[in-house]
């Protein structure tokens, strides 16, 4: 079964519009979560790092006050795509990490944010 | 820099086939190696991965084989199937991928021929 839930799988929306998506993990407590962007036929790279009660760490290049990350709790992370534009439009992955051992990522099945 | 190399970015196999898809590190820090598959529209899901104590990996059909010394390793689907289509990308990390951060290849995008 599905051990990241991500929602909404796909949104519409105009510019200038701030977007939530949610990255859930239902399997166990994920300490760490992470968020990636995909551009169509394009690898997936890495934005942040949300780690449960405290800030999350951005990658270089990646804008913060524009990527909001909160994750308030260990089963929860939220990535707010704030003031979107067209540039924004991509597929938003998150995956989640148990962080007891050498556990693997696992990722949910994307977010395709697509503004107009 | 790109860390991962991967190789071929598309790959076209006969069903029943051998599908081979390779990838390069340049970081010897890395200690883990995962490949991932990804169907149009959907996240990735982890399909085999390797640490460096060991040379080959199988799963079912799918085997990753490590070089440490080459720093390269590969995926081989044996008895490539129509339902195998889809893109797989290699990755790499430190601290077995958990804590670490995914260093993901640029993708090959495999098509099984009926």
């Known amino acids: 079964g599905a051990v990241v839930s991500q929602h909404p799988s796909r949104v519409i929306c105009k510019s200038g519009t701030s977007v939530k998506i949610e990255c859930r993990s239902l399997d166990f407590q994920a300490t760490t979560m992470f968020w990636y962007r995909q551009f169509p036929k394009k690898s997936l790279m890495l934005m942040a790092t949300s780690n449960e009660g405290s800030k999350a760490t951005y990658e270089q290049g990646v804008e913060k006050d524009k990527f909001l990350i909160n994750h308030a709790s260990l089963t929860l992370s939220t990535l707010t795509v704030t003031s979107a534009h067209p540039e924004d439009s991509s597929f938003y992955i998150c995956?989640?990490?148990?962080?007891?051992?050498?556990?693997?990522?696992?990722f949910g099945d994307g977010t395709r944010l697509s503004i107009l | 820099q790109q860390q991962v190399k991967q190789s071929p970015q598309s790959l076209i196999v006969q069903k029943g086939g051998i599908s081979i898809i390779n990838c390069a590190y340049e970081?010897?820090?890395?200690?883990?190696f995962p490949w991932y598959q990804q169907f149009p529209g959907k996240g990735p899901a982890l399909l085999i991965a390797i640490r460096p104590d060991v040379s080959e990996k199988k799963e079912g059909r799918f085997t990753i084989s490590f070089n440490k010394s080459a720093k390269q390793f590969s995926l081989h689907i044996m008895d490539s199937q129509p339902g195998d289509s889809a893109t797989y990308f290699c990755a790499a990390s430190n601290n077995g991928g958990s804590q670490g951060n995914l260093i993901f290849g640029k993708g090959t995008k495999l098509s099984v021929k009926p």
């Open positions: 970081n010897t820090a890395f200690d883990y």
């Open positions: 995956s989640v990490s148990g962080g007891a051992g050498n556990q693997p990522q696992h």
